[in-house]
């Protein structure tokens, strides 16, 4: 028999430990799929706020602005 608050704290221990490591995820200016920041590709020129998925929605970000 277990105590629901040896529920909640095995929960809430497994909740902490998942998010330990994790990375930022960013939205593809193009089609707004989310992904980790390090699979993304920045904008041409850098600019920190705009990413995509791939080089083909990078081109397609380039060419619109």
């Known amino acids: 028999h277990r105590s629901q608050a040896h529920d909640a704290d095995s929960s809430a221990g497994r909740s902490a430990r998942s998010t330990e490591g994790a990375e930022s995820m960013v939205k593809c200016e193009v089609c707004g799929l989310n992904l980790p920041q390090s699979d993304a590709l920045a ?3 850098a600019d920190p706020k705009r990413w995509f998925c791939c080089e083909e ?9």
Do not use: N
């Open 43 to 45: 904008a041409p020129g």
């Open 57 to 65: 929605h990078r081109r397609q970000g380039a060419a619109g602005r």
